[in-house]
DNA sequence: GACAAAAGTGAACTGATATTCATTTGAAAA
DNA sequence: TTTTCAAATGAATATCAGTTCACTTTTGTC
């Protein structure tokens, strides 16, 4: 009879697969996609280069299980504050601040998702991710605008707002030294996630005096 | 007598040096700076690709050069608003706006000089580039809270949202349709715009009932 | 026109990584 | 125990863009 794979066999197999899983998450945890190294990557998960690939057709592929993974966690944890059963506000403040907190707590972790050099694959990935969040944002919103808690707005554009000021606010250059945010940054945090709320009560759809910088484009 | 550098060739040399720097500048302009290979820029501008070593001494220092000229030519639009004797806030909502359309309708510029991944060099460069950003909104922001037009607020935080949400909203997978901002997305800009300013008018330091959410950061 | 120096050329080189594959190791069937 | 095939190995290879440099062409001086 032909060879026949043992169950034995078949956990060591899934042993391996989690163990260079976790060691790429490692890696990127530490230094971002491009710092993943295949070469890295095998050492740490103590196995040969060539053995990556019996796992995973390419590096793209690993990163891109890695990065589902990751994203996944952050996700759930934001859609399952987004579906309690409270009011839209609420849980609107509660989903910015948690999305804020765990950025700044994860900061290298949340580089790599949000802001740092990939290539293709990873940015597909990347959109998918961003997407979530928008769709999760633009949700509240529309919950606080059919409770009649704010007046009606583009959801879509605030939720849009609100995903690049969060990021922007807490990574890279414009956000406060990292050290200053050792603490978990809750002061910051709660600026940040002030803004976007009090962006959300600002009215409506009220333009007020027209500007006419638009003009001003070409040049 | 030994060689002399003559005015004609002086001349040629700095028109190759302006073609060179063309070409790039309209090759990232297309496709980022990824896309503006030694040797597409070489053959856009019409010389072999060892001449643009004659010129700049590697790829870094020529994109840094074409960013460095695209991105000063923004900073000042926006400088010169910021300048202008108007109150703060017509001056900001004029910055925004610019800010917002020029990003429009250079939709693939803004993408490299705001978020494509580049390494290290032009990260410097990007680096300064939402620096100065940063600080013109943040200069604007305190002459209102100086004004008293604004509650007094956090400007280097509420800047750095600025910066982020503008691009976010407008470049990337949370930006609306490209074609939907063909006509230069004035709706959608004005949008943008009005969400910041509604921020900003928000409402001071005052922290309403502080949300419990910053325990959920581990997970 | 002859010589020297600069400017220009582009094929070959380099370095950094991902990927392959001939070979070895280890586990299952006979 | 022997046979057989999956799994693992890691040195060798492939790739790809940036960079170099021996050579050609152009320009300036005498």
Known sequence: MAYRRTDTVSARLADNRRGILNAARELVAQGGFGAAQM???????GVATGTLYRYFPSKEEL??????????????????????DRPALDRLRDVLTTFASRAVSGRRLAYALLAEPVDDGLTEERTRFRRVHGEIFAGLLDDAVAEGTIAPLNTKIAAACI??????ALIGPLAPQSHELDDGGPKVVDEIVHFCLAAIHGGGTGHKTKAKAEQRVSA
């Open 63 to 84: 990163c891109r299980q890695v990065f589902r993974e990751v994203s996944a966690r952050e996700m759930n944890v934001l859609a399952g504050i987004a579906a309690e």
């Open 39 to 45: 070469t890295d990557v095998a050492r740490r998960a």
């Open 163 to 168: 995903s690049g000021a969060i990021p922007t």
